[in-house]
């Protein structure tokens, strides 16, 4: 599986969008881009997730560069509750090829 | 649904105990995970089944680690004899065929080896 980058930290505003870079320059053309996040003291919870185009649901947006290299996962209106570790993660989407979690980006929403 | 369960929350035990940690997968869901989370590593696969089989136990760190899943709606993650280095919070997780990246994590069991 391709290597993320992803910064160790940040701080968003409440009531601001959070946007969450992460960089995969090394992803391969089946290669998916996966974001969990995990709130203290609880199990990853997963967020989204894409191929090539932009996705969102309820909970974000993923923009997805053209060339693939980089996405960014974007939280529209940050909430207290969505302070977190957020982690980026490339993988085949194929039955047996596991998620492997790197160090995330810790989000941390200030009033 | 209630999610994947997992039993107990927390435990503290001695050296040298055997400590056995409880998995209830979703229904339905025929792939579960055994995670560790620890500050130093992160959080690392230790094993995972599908249809009750272990298919990699690659992550296991050793001997004293095994794991079992006699049905399709329980399985247990044993450490016999227990150590200090251990102690981590140990997340079971499922999914079903199809939705290969979407896991479901569980609450965590905290362990705490003296």
Same mark, same amino acid.
């Given at each position: 599986d391709a290597k993320t980058t992803q910064p160790t930290s940040m701080d968003c505003a409440e009531g601001r969008a959070a946007n969450l870079p992460c960089n995969h &320059?090394? $992803?391969? #053309?089946?290669e998916y881009v996966y974001w969990y996040r995990q709130i203290h003291s609880q199990g990853p919870q997963y967020i989204i997730h894409g191929l090539k185009n932009n996705e969102t649901n309820e909970m974000a947006s993923l923009i997805i560069t053209e060339d693939r290299k980089s996405s960014t996962l974007i939280l529209p209106h940050a909430t207290l509750r969505d302070t977190a570790v957020y982690y980026c993660i490339v993988r085949?989407? !194929?039955?047996g090829n596991m998620l492997t979690f790197g160090g995330g980006t810790r989000l941390m929403v200030k009033p | 649904d209630a999610g994947v369960i997992q039993s107990p929350r927390h435990e503290v035990t001695e050296m040298g105990q055997e400590v056995t940690l409880r998995c209830k997968p979703i229904s339905g869901h025929d792939y579960l995970f055994w995670y560790r989370q620890t500050m130093m590593r992160g959080l690392e696969l230790l094993i995972y089944f599908n249809n009750n089989v %272990? $298919? +990699? +136990? &690659? @992550?296991? %760190? =050793? +001997?004293r680690f095994s794991a079992k899943m006699p049905n399709a709606s329980f399985s247990t993650l044993k450490i016999q004899p227990s150590e200090p280095r251990d102690s981590a919070v140990y997340f079971c997780a499922s999914r079903g065929t #199809? !939705?290969? @990246? =979407?896991l479901f994590f569980g609450e965590g069991s905290r362990l705490t080896v003296l």
């Open positions: &320059s090394t $992803i391969s #053309g089946n085949v989407a !194929r039955a | %272990p $298919i +990699d +136990d &690659s @992550g296991m %760190p =050793e +001997d #199809g !939705r290969t @990246g =979407e």
